[in-house]
């Protein structure tokens, strides 16, 4: 039998049974009634002799104890630890498991979290952000120390709602060349900096390109992708690079690690230069469980690196059009085998040939950066690509007979979303062309609704996503001179909800993302023009008001954001990405910067990533892998499903029915619960001790690795602080040690704190008073 796990663990002790109590008569002395105990200490040279004794009272009518230690008479099921002098539960050659209310565990149990539990078949590890997938049962979740599938601890009922309206993003790391920036008061720099000495200078960890790493080509102006392409369950930041002076034709990918903002590595190959505007698509083409990169070349043809940086292949037939600052996307458009990339009006198979090209629309609005979508809109099951007004659709099977024509063409070519705006189940086709917002019919083409664009402009790719909260999804798109936000009616009206100033003469095309940070069903909007990054809310303040206030006009004014910062861009099709960029379940923003264009030079050049200072941005994915990112083209390893659910139509019940948005997961604003279990030491208590105690998330969102935990003793006072090393999903546990110089004298009475700093912790649970535990007495045969 396996032997249990134990809550906690008594250095060895010698356990004595009633009438062996293994001390010599002339050390016990023992009367009928009234027994009285003397134990006499001294030798036989005359010195002299200390003598203690006590009297113990039983019941005459049982006979006398028969099991005696020290005050106390153990029951039949009960030893005696004579270190202590006290009755514990014999479990024969196991320790009892649980402290406040210990039990033997039975044949194919173990000790787990202090009860007594009857694990799962085997499986491999922990799951993470990334790592989602689980080789155990449902109500298990695998238990990686113990290589056991056990009792999946997550309470879906744990939430915490944040307050309303604090909103506070603060720089977690940032990559490339900082803007010069003279200041006179800390209002003068970007959020975080300081004026120190006339100068802004960084208050957070900022990296600057090493000279062997092809340091000229700092400035990004593509959207940066997010995955996890090292399997180390913390994502990647994935984006090309360029210099100045050829940004179109010799960019350089890069990838750095989320959470730091290290290098993980650069692909500086003078052969395998990309345009340097274009946005990467990543993806598992094979179903190797290894991720693929589609860049888009500075010489017009697609090349494939691996998730190590190593080239693959290029595109052996150069793309067609004018497509720079283009992005691929990837799907399975023959319903098996590897998956496929959608370039533009063209297919390629997972080996880069050509498969198909229709000649139709690219996805593109006005000759500049090809953007088609990929959707199920005629209900087949099998994906069409859109390519601005030009849908295309496709038969038989990749190598053998497959073969595309035009399902339906409705005017010019443009930027596409999909949603079903109707709600019933038939999605509709947005396209953003000419300065334009029109609606049309996805399974024929019949155009809907137009809306033109305030303040001129040809118009962004556009987002989708519920702004307002009334459950129907608005659509949402940057124009020249005004961000727009407009609702559909469903049927043939477009009103607008309200507009922002913005500054974007240079592409007016640029894109955004959109994201509900709080969870309360309004989706805020990420922007960046040629100046500043802003968050809008998704309602403006007063009209949130009842009845509503003045500034409840259709006009969102700086005053009314929720954040703006420098962030410049000379702009193309680029946006901000919301995605768990450091395996920590919650939601970061990431944000290429540029500053080589006179249109967008006041700010820095490279990467930045923002997180909320206070913890309370909702969980996302760890993952956004394509410009025409939509939640389920994509899980979050980074896997490519065979047959893609309707975004529209999934999760049954309450579809994501968004484009270009991350979505924060199962349960509304779900929160983490920490809890530590199983206090105990590992090997002999020496003058050297190790403390191991399980941490445990009983909540439902899971925690990255950092999670403080303090260990205490009642005499000695702190032990020591060590940080968890991977992450804690909803339901699961790891093991913490802490090893150190043996503190003072045995025992210890030893107790652990979780994620509490005396003002709550780095973490919001939803629960917050129960982070510590202890104290249980460790080492008691010591001293």
């Known amino acids: 039998m396996r032997r249990p796990l134990l809550a906690f663990t008594l250095a060895p002790t010698l356990l004595f049974a009633c009438g062996d109590s293994g001390a010599s008569d002339d050390e016990i002395g023992v009367e009928e009634e009234g027994i009285a105990t003397e134990t006499t200490s001294g030798d036989s040279t005359g010195e002299e002799a200390s003598t203690t004794a006590t009297t113990t009272t039983f019941d005459t009518d049982t006979g006398g104890c028969e099991n005696p230690c020290g005050d106390e008479c153990c029951g039949d099921d009960e030893v005696c630890d004579e270190d202590n002098l006290a009755c514990v539960l014999d479990c024969g050659d196991d320790d009892p498991c649980g402290v406040d209310d210990p039990a033997c565990c039975g044949d194919g149990e173990i000790c787990y979290v202090g009860q007594c539990v009857t694990p799962g078949g085997a499986c491999s590890e922990l799951s993470c952000a990334t790592q989602t997938e689980s080789d155990c049962d449902e109500g298990e979740i695998c238990d990686g120390e113990l290589g056991l599938c056990v009792p999946n601890l997550a309470n879906e009922a744990c939430t915490f709602m944040p307050e309303t309206g604090v909103f506070d993003p603060v720089p977690r790391w940032t ?9 006179d008061a800390d209002t003068d720099c970007q959020k975080e900096e300081v004026c120190t000495e006339g100068s802004c200078e960084v208050t957070w960890t900022h990296h600057e390109i090493a000279e062997d790493d092809w340091p000229t080509h700092v400035q990004a102006m593509a959207t940066p992708i997010v995955a996890d392409l090292d399997g180390d369950c913390v994502p990647e930041v994935i984006f090309n690079s360029y210099r100045p002076a050829d940004w179109q034709t010799n960019g350089i990918l890069r990838v750095l690690h989320g959470d730091t903002g290290e290098k993980l590595w650069t692909l500086g190959d003078e052969a395998w230069r990309s345009d340097g505007s274009a946005i990467p698509a990543i993806g598992d083409l094979d179903y190797d469980g290894d991720l693929e990169i589609i860049n888009v070349g500075g010489d017009s043809h697609l090349y494939l690196i691996d998730h190590e940086g190593n080239p693959v292949w ?16 990837i799907a399975n458009f023959d319903l098996q085998g590897n998956a496929e990339i959608a370039y533009g009006r063209a297919i390629y198979d997972s080996d880069g040939n050509e498969l198909w090209v229709g000649d139709g629309g690219f996805g593109t609005n006005g000759s500049y950066a090809v953007l088609s979508c990929v959707a199920d809109l005629d209900g087949d099951l099998r994906p069409e690509l859109i390519g601005g007004g030009t849908v295309y659709t496709f038969t038989g099977t990749v190598g053998t007979d497959f073969a595309g024509e035009v399902l339906w063409q409705s005017g010019g070519d443009g930027y596409c979303g999909v949603a079903d705006f109707q709600l019933d189940g038939v ?27 305030p303040g001129g402009g040809m118009g962004g790719p556009p987002n989708i996503a519920d702004f307002d909260g ?5 659509i949402g798109l940057a124009g020249g001179a ?45 922007y960046g023009d040629e100046w500043y990054l802003r968050i809008y809310p998704g309602v403006e303040p007063d009209c949130q008001l ?13 005053d009314e954001i929720l954040f703006i910062d420098i962030t410049s861009s000379g702009t193309r099709v680029e946006y901000p990405v919301i995605a768990d960029v450091d395996g920590d379940f919650k939601a970061e923003i990431v944000v290429t910067t540029n500053n080589n264009f006179s249109a967008g030079a006041i700010g820095d050049s ?22 025409t990112y939509h939640i389920t083209n994509v ?18 019940g309450d579809p994501y029915n968004s484009y270009r948005r991350n979505t924060q997961g199962g349960v509304e604003n779900c929160a983490p619960d920490l809890v530590a279990q199983d206090l105990t030491t590992v090997g002999m208590c020496l003058s050297e001790v190790t403390f191991s105690v399980r941490v445990c998330n009983q909540g439902c969102l899971g925690v990255g690795p950092g999670v403080d935990v303090s260990f205490s003793e009642a005499e000695f006072g702190a032990l020591g602080t060590v940080a968890t090393e991977a992450a804690i999903p909803a339901g699961g546990c790891i093991s913490v040690e802490l090893t150190m110089d043996a503190p003072g004298t045995a025992p210890y009475d030893v107790s652990v704190t979780v994620d509490d700093d005396g003002d709550g912790g780095a973490f919001n649970e939803c629960v917050e008073d129960n982070n510590s535990f202890g104290p249980v007495e460790l080492c008691p045969n010591i001293g």
């Open 635 to 652: 899980d979050a390893k980074g896997s490519i499903p065979v047959v893609e659910d309707n975004n529209w139509e999934f999760p049954a």
């Open 314 to 329: 290029t595109t052996a037939a150069a793309y067609a059009g004018n497509q720079t600052s283009g992005a691929p996307a």
């Open 427 to 453: 999605p509709e086709l947005v396209l953003v062309r000419q300065g334009s917002i029109d609606v049309l019919d996805g399974p024929t083409g019949t155009l809907l609704a137009q809306f033109e664009i």
């Open 546 to 558: 009842d009845p509503p206030g003045a500034a409840c006009d259709q006009d969102m004014t700086d």
């Open 175 to 183: 990559w490339g060349a900082r803007q010069p920036r003279s200041c």
């Open 606 to 627: 490279g990467i930045e990533v923002f997180e909320d200072r206070l913890d309370n941005w909702v969980a996302t994915l760890p993952i956004w892998n394509q410009h």
């Open 482 to 526: 005004r961000y727009v936000v407009v609702s559909f009616d469903g049927v043939e009206t477009l009103t607008k909800l309200w507009d922002a100033e913005t500054k974007d003469v240079s592409s007016n095309r640029t894109g955004s993302s959109v994201f509900d940070f709080d969870g309360d069903g309004r989706n805020e909007v990420i």
């Open 470 to 474: 009334d459950g129907f999804p608005d």
